[in-house]
C-alpha cells in the first residue's frame, strides 16, 4: 500500500513524472484528492486474503506548489495528509500529515528529431517525514518515515499531438527509527535501527497532448533492491521487499474559458506484487497555474 500510495501522488499532472513544464514566473497550486483499497495482498509471492483486516484503505488530501524558476527549471513542493483504515478486526488506522516532498526538474535536453520535439528531463527529488507517525504498523501505517532522495531520467517523444515516454528512478532511503528494542526479519536484530532497503522504479507512458485536452496511459514497475518476504501469518514490516506492477490511466482537461484552471483524473492497479496489497487507486485534483508578474 505504501508504494501505491507513493506512485498515486507522483502520477498527476506537472509533476516529476511526466514532461510537462510551466514557464518562468509561474505558480501552478494543486489540490489532490487519493483513495487507494485492497482486499487481497501477496505474502512473498502468494497471493492471499485478509479477513482479519476485510478491506484496507487509505485517503490523502495533498497540497502542492510548482513554481517555474526558469523556462527549463520548476521547483516543486507538496506536502499530503493521509488517513488509513480497516473494514474488519480490531486495529484502527492512523491519520496525520505524511511526508514533505519536494524536486527540482530540469530540462535538459529539448531538440527536433525526424517528425517530433524530443525532450530529456534529469529530475532531483527528496522527502522528509513531516510528523511524528509510527511506520511500524503496515499495513495501516500512512507511510514509512524514511528520509529519501531520489533521482529520475526522463525520455518524451512527441509526434503532432501523441507521445511515448520512458522514465528510470533511483530512491536512496535512510534507516528509520521504530518503537521496539528488537526485532526479527530472517535474523534477531538487537536494536530500534531498521535499515531500509533502496528502491528503483521503471515508467513507460503513452498517449495524447493537446491546450485542452490529454490522456495518457501507464505501466510502471517498481523493485525494492533488497528486503525480505512477510513471514507466514505475519505482519509486514517496513523493511520488506515491497514490489509491484502498475497499470493506470491519468486525463487532464485544460478550461478554455478560464485561463490557468485544469482539472484531472486517473487511476491505477496493481497487477503484479510482492508483499504488498493489489491496490485499486483513484484520484481527482484541480490545478491553477498563474503569473507571478505583471506582464501578460
Not at 488509513?84 to 488506522?93: C, E, F, I
Request: with cysteine; aromatic share 12%; net charge positive.
Amino acid at each position: 500500500m505504501a508504494c501505491c500510495l507513493i506512485l498515486s501522488n507522483l502520477a498527476q499532472a506537472q509533476t516529476e513524472a511526466d514532461a510537462l513544464m510551466i514557464p518562468k514566473n509561474y505558480v501552478c497550486a494543486a489540490g489532490v484528492y487519493t483513495h487507494s483499497q485492497w482486499d487481497h495482498y501477496w505474502e512473498g509471492t502468494f497471493k492471499r486474503d485478509a479477513p482479519n483486516l476485510g478491506t484496507v484503505s487509505s485517503n490523502s488530501y495533498m497540497l502542492g506548489f510548482v513554481y517555474g524558476l526558469s523556462n527549463r527549471i520548476n521547483l516543486s513542493v507538496s506536502l499530503p495528509y493521509v488517513t488509513t483504515n480497516a473494514s474488519a478486526g480490531t486495529l484502527r488506522g492512523e491519520h496525520n500529515i505524511q511526508d514533505i516532498s519536494a524536486y527540482a526538474k530540469w530540462l535538459a535536453v529539448k531538440g527536433e528529431v525526424g517528425k517530433g520535439l524530443l525532450t530529456f528531463h534529469a529530475i532531483l527529488s527528496g522527502s522528509i517525514p513531516a510528523s511524528n507517525y509510527e511506520a511500524d504498523f503496515l499495513p495501516l501505517s500512512i507511510g514509512l518515515h524514511s528520509k529519501n532522495v531520489a533521482l529520475r531520467g526522463l525520455v518524451n517523444y512527441q509526434v503532432s499531438q501523441l507521445f511515448v515516454a520512458g522514465a528510470y528512478q533511483y530512491v536512496r532511503r535512510s534507516n528509520i527509527t521504530i518503537d521496539r528494542n528488537s526485532y526479527y526479519t530472517t535474523e534477531m536484530h538487537y536494536t530500534n535501527q531498521v535499515e531500509m532497503p533502496n528502491v528503483s522504479n521503471f515508467l513507460v507512458s503513452a498517449g495524447f497532448r493537446s491546450l485542452a485536452f490529454n490522456a495518457e496511459a501507464t505501466l510502471t514497475k517498481v523493485t525494492t533492491l533488497g528486503g525480505f518476504d512477510i513471514r507466514k501469518n505475519d505482519n509486514p514490516f517496513p523493511s520488506n521487499k515491497m514490489n509491484s506492477t502498475l497499470a493506470g490511466v491519468i486525463f487532464k482537461y485544460s478550461f478554455q474559458k478560464i485561463a490557468g484552471l485544469e482539472l484531472t483524473a486517473g487511476g491505477n492497479y496493481v497487477l503484479k506484487g510482492r508483499n504488498v496489497g493489489q491496490a485499486r487507486t483513484m484520484y481527482g485534483g484541480i490545478y491553477y497555474i498563474f503569473n507571478t508578474r505583471k506582464e501578460k
